[in-house]
């Protein structure tokens, strides 16, 4: 009985590495659970064969700098922490075969710093900067089904990148994008706000369309304004001719009647929803 309970204690203290999945079409989903991190260089990790069930479990974000150790020879700007160096983190996950005809994307928040991402063994690119967002299309080299897909990413932060604590490692969220041919671009919604009274806001939207498709296609944008009970207050529609593998600026214009305007004591919030349309059929939600 006290050899069982020993070799339960012994299971339980094993790294537990399970394979995310990607299995709906909702557009942007949290992909930063079931990584594996290695603090150092690792050469070779940048290939699915490559065996990494030795390497830390963690969910993202992580700055591996702030775990430490302290130590006075490090940049006493940067709060004596090692910032510097190399780390590698990897995922392994599948993709329904049901996705088969979406558009898949990875998007980083941040990454510190020097990135360079690869899936399933082909290069993707890289950001040198750690500041800002940067995403890469994975549908070229996805598998399906039950076959394991692999992502890798390498970051070489450098001691002199700062002026101040940047950290080391995904620090901020990842997220994976999924499309179909024709969608709000990425950052493709532009809003503004040029007359607001009492009696009624103007709301000026420029929307960016995309067509991932090889021949040009018409659909209908419907801009709606939703007040913060989900009521909607205002709504248009536009149509819009993109051309194969190209983009198409949407210009609208709606009115809010008698808007609630946001203020510390009274943070009110309106949401804008773009929806792409093919005749009566919503096939892209934004």
């Not at 990790?45 to 030795?54: E, G």
């Not at 190399?86 to 990135?115: C, I, P, Q």
């Not at 990148?161 to 080391?168: E, K, L, M, V």
């Amino acid at each position: 009985m006290l050899s069982g309970r020993i070799l339960l204690i012994f299971l339980c203290a094993l790294p537990l590495f399970a394979v995310d999945a990607v299995r709906n079409a909702e557009r942007r989903q949290d992909f930063n659970d079931g990584w594996r991190f290695l603090k150092g260089d690792a050469p070779g990790a940048d290939t699915p064969a490559f065996h990494d069930s030795s390497w830390r479990a963690l969910r993202l974000p992580h700055d591996w700098a702030i775990e430490g150790p302290f130590d006075s020879k490090w940049n006493p700007h940067t709060g004596g922490l090692p910032i510097s160096g190399t780390g590698w983190y990897r995922k392994h996950f599948t993709v329904a075969d049901s996705l088969r005809d979406r558009y898949l994307s990875v998007e980083f928040d941040g990454a510190m710093m020097n990135s360079r991402v690869w899936l399933n063994g082909h290069e993707l690119g890289g950001r040198p900067y750690g500041y800002i967002g940067f995403s890469f299309d994975l549908t070229p080299y996805l598998h399906y089904g039950l076959e394991e897909n692999v992502l890798a990413v390498r970051l070489t932060p450098e001691e002199n990148s700062s002026r101040w604590y940047p950290g080391a490692g995904i620090y901020r969220n990842v997220w994976i994008e999924v499309t179909g041919p024709v969608h709000v671009a990425r950052w493709g919604t532009y809003v503004t706000t040029p007359n607001v009274s009492d009696a009624s806001a103007i709301v000026q939207v420029k929307t960016e369309l995309r067509n991932r498709g090889n021949q040009e296609t018409r659909m209908v944008l419907r801009t709606s304004v939703v007040d913060a009970v989900g009521r909607q207050v205002a709504r248009q529609t536009n149509d819009a001719a993109i051309g194969a593998g190209g983009t198409q600026s949407v210009a609208t214009t709606l009115a809010v009647p008698r808007p609630q305007r946001w203020d510390i004591e009274h943070p009110y919030l309106y949401t804008l929803v773009s929806e792409v349309m093919d005749g009566a059929r919503v096939v892209a939600t934004d």
